[in-house]
């Protein structure tokens, strides 16, 4: 993995995690306003921020898939192995369920995916940092 996939992968995941945490408190813990359409006055624009930059992280996962993730998985890569794999499990589920939150119509395909896409977002979110955080010793080679 290069520098530069790897700046785009963590600014990827700090847009749309960042986003996706503030618009999840904006629209489940701001209290309701009964005279606007949203809860927060930046709601609709934090949630076009998130929509908008979801493609990145998207992206910034099939960059890093072959020389990082796919890589170690095969090789056994001892280090951050466990949240290595956590993540790569996240990822379908996480995107999958971004998109289709989009387009599905049926009410309770619509709670279905809200929460499915919400688990597994905030599963995400918890996991990289502690795989970001977590050292190799110091003979392991990134």
Same mark, same amino acid.
């Given at each position: 993995m290069t @520098?530069?996939?790897?700046?785009? %992968? %963590?600014? *990827?995941?700090?847009?749309v995690g960042g986003s996706g945490l503030a618009y999840g408190w904006m629209l489940y813990l701001v #209290?309701?306003? =009964?005279?606007? &359409? *949203?809860? %927060? =006055?930046l709601q609709p624009e934090v949630q076009a921020l998130h929509i908008l930059s979801a493609p990145l992280l998207v992206l910034g996962l099939g960059l890093i898939w072959r020389n990082h993730v796919w890589l170690r998985f095969r090789r056994k890569? =001892?280090? @951050?192995?466990?949240?290595?794999?956590? +993540? &790569?499990? +996240?990822? +379908? #589920? &996480?995107?999958g369920s971004g998109y289709l939150l989009q387009v599905t119509a049926d009410e309770l395909w619509h709670l279905v995916w809200i929460w499915i896409h919400g688990l597994s977002s905030s599963l995400w979110i918890l996991i990289y940092l502690v795989h970001q955080f977590t050292r190799p010793t110091p003979r392991a080679k990134t």
């Amino acid at each position: 993995m290069t @520098r530069g996939e790897a700046w785009l %992968h %963590h600014a *990827a995941n700090l847009l749309v995690g960042g986003s996706g945490l503030a618009y999840g408190w904006m629209l489940y813990l701001v #209290p309701e306003d =009964p005279f606007s &359409m *949203a809860n %927060h =006055p930046l709601q609709p624009e934090v949630q076009a921020l998130h929509i908008l930059s979801a493609p990145l992280l998207v992206l910034g996962l099939g960059l890093i898939w072959r020389n990082h993730v796919w890589l170690r998985f095969r090789r056994k890569y =001892p280090f @951050r192995r466990k949240t290595g794999i956590t +993540l &790569m499990l +996240l990822a +379908l #589920p &996480m995107v999958g369920s971004g998109y289709l939150l989009q387009v599905t119509a049926d009410e309770l395909w619509h709670l279905v995916w809200i929460w499915i896409h919400g688990l597994s977002s905030s599963l995400w979110i918890l996991i990289y940092l502690v795989h970001q955080f977590t050292r190799p010793t110091p003979r392991a080679k990134t």
